[in-house]
């Protein structure tokens, strides 16, 4: 049975441990401290959308944290499906294909026009993943970034 909920404060504590697990997937430092900190201004600020995903013994599994964004040309909302990640041990159960139509439903109730999301060409699962949950491939348009 997989449970998924909107983070509120109360899930703080787990989902920083969750959070601070993926940075460190991603090669950051790992500091739960910070990771803490940073999710708490997220959710009091209202700046994220995050949901969490529990297993049948109320073990949290995973997270997708979703940022509001605006498309100009469709004046409409657009959320930056920015984060998921599953722990481990809980991969390949179902939890991120639950995680992501959680993010969709909430799309479609706040009037949103898409989802958005970036991921590496390395990322063999989430490449295999994001198609097989109705994801395509932006094959026309560049991806560019600048880094202060």
């Not at 401290?33 to 999710?39: D, E, S």
């Not at 995903?53 to 605006?70: D, H, I, K, R, W």
């Not at 995680?99 to 989430?126: M, P």
Request: a neutral charge; one cysteine or more.
């Amino acid at each position: 049975m997989i449970q998924i909920e909107q983070a509120t404060i109360i899930h703080l504590d787990s989902l920083a441990i969750l959070f601070d697990q993926y940075r460190v997937f991603y090669e950051k430092q790992s500091d739960v401290k910070a990771a803490k900190g940073f999710l708490r201004q997220r959710i009091e600020a209202n700046e994220s959308v995050i949901f969490v995903s529990f297993n049948e013994a109320n073990v949290m599994t995973g997270f997708t944290q979703l940022y509001p964004l605006f498309s100009s040309t469709r004046m409409k909302r657009l959320w930056l499906l920015n984060d998921l990640f599953v722990e481990a041990t809980f991969r390949g159960k179902g939890f991120s294909i639950a995680l992501i139509e959680s993010a969709k439903e909430h799309c479609r109730q706040t009037g949103g026009c898409g989802l958005i999301l970036e991921t590496a060409k390395s990322n063999t699962i989430g490449n295999k993943l994001y198609p097989k949950v109705g994801f395509q491939l932006d094959q026309d348009h560049h991806f560019f970034s600048w880094d202060n």
